[in-house]
């Protein structure tokens, strides 16, 4: 049980870089895995990073792989999502969200940001 607020999405250029962050409410932010996923109009929502309660250990989709850099701050309750090398399939709205030990998503989801990447 978190709430959580997406921000930071907009109009990147590729080859353009963008940082996305997750606000989340409470004081048990940390006792949660956490992750990235995007959906693209028409298509399913698609795993992009996963975090570890502590950071210590993070997940990758080969399309993020290189290129974005998943992190969080459990002290100020925030997750990021630090988007390099942007590419225009980068577009999609972009979730952040609770998920289990099998990186599946776990009942909290954020409202969303848009990232638009142009080419």
């Known amino acids: 049980q978190v709430q959580l607020v997406e921000s930071g999405g907009g109009l990147g250029q590729a080859g353009g870089s963008l940082r996305l962050s997750c606000a989340a409410s409470?004081?048990?932010?940390?006792?949660?895995?956490m992750g990235w996923f995007r959906q693209a109009p028409g298509k399913e929502h698609e795993f992009v990073a996963g975090i570890s309660m502590s950071g210590a250990v993070t997940w990758y989709a080969d399309s993020a792989k290189g290129r974005f850099t998943i992190s969080r701050d459990n002290a100020k309750n925030m997750l990021f999502l630090q988007m390099n090398s942007l590419k225009p399939e980068d577009t999609a709205v972009y979730y952040c969200?609770?998920?289990?030990?099998?990186?599946?998503?776990?009942?909290?989801w954020g409202q969303g940001t848009q990232v638009t990447v142009s080419s």
């Open positions: 969200a609770t998920v289990d030990r099998d990186l599946q998503a776990s009942g909290s």
């Open positions: 409470g004081r048990t932010f940390s006792s949660y895995r």
